[in-house]
């Protein structure tokens, strides 16, 4: 069936706010007694807060209650809005704008699939959300990457089935998810990271529809 859905990933795709998680979790685990390098919060691409902060407690050799993982969690949260409040339109990284005035002409509908509680929220302050014809975020998933539900319950929106849709992904985690759901993928960033998607590309910027459309289409695992 040929393509007419593209599932895109909000953080590292759309924009970057993974500095802000990266000095907002470190900025917790400071306070807990213990540092955070940029290379183990590489490994928090595309999880969940919830699992997130289980990395990262274990990571400091801490165990603690649920309640007070809770309140951690909100406070990591609180400091990474702090940060993304800040956020305007020019924080769209290079290449998006006149992709999706490629994919708006093509007639491809669109889906945000991110595990992120706050995607309306930056969304919002980038001035994209009327760019998608749905927003699948963690406020509608009960399971996190690679788990396929975010980008299955996105094809289903747009009223595609999976092999209809390509997703837009930088984490290993989000290309197994769209993998297991059957879904051709294309990688932003590293072709030594992601080398399971279809094709890598370091952005949006010079990539053309013609390039995507032309994705084998994959079967679901």
């Not at 274990?58 to 609180?78: D, I, S, V, W, Y």
């Not at 002409?105 to 998608?132: E, Y």
């Not at 749905?134 to 396929?148: E, F, L, R």
Request: aromatic fraction near 6%.
């Amino acid at each position: 069936m040929p393509i007419q859905g593209f599932l895109f990933d909000l953080d590292g795709v759309i924009v970057d706010t993974a500095i802000f998680h990266y000095q907002a979790w470190r900025r917790l685990a400071n306070s807990l007694g213990f540092d955070l390098s940029e290379e183990f919060n590489e490994t928090l691409k595309g999880v969940s807060r919830t699992e997130s902060l289980d990395r990262i407690l274990a990571h400091g050799g801490l165990t603690l209650p649920e309640t007070r993982k809770t309140e951690l969690a909100t406070q990591k949260n609180n400091w990474y809005l702090e940060l993304v409040s800040r956020m305007t339109p020019a924080d769209i990284l290079p290449g998006v704008t006149a992709f999706f005035s490629q994919v708006e002409a093509a007639g491809i509908r669109t889906g945000l699939g991110s595990v992120s509680k706050n995607a309306r929220l930056i969304l919002d302050q980038i001035g994209m959300m009327d760019a998608f014809d749905v927003i699948i975020d963690g406020t509608k998933i009960a399971k996190g990457k690679p788990d396929p539900e975010v980008f299955l319950k996105g094809a289903a929106e747009l009223g595609l089935s999976p092999s209809q849709c390509v997703v837009f992904e930088d984490a290993v985690a989000g290309i197994e998810a769209a993998r297991r759901g059957g879904m051709p993928t294309v990688g932003i960033g590293s072709p030594a990271v992601l080398t399971d998607a279809d094709l890598v590309i370091p952005s949006l910027e010079r990539l053309t529809i013609a390039d995507v459309l032309a994705l084998a289409p994959v079967s679901r695992a």
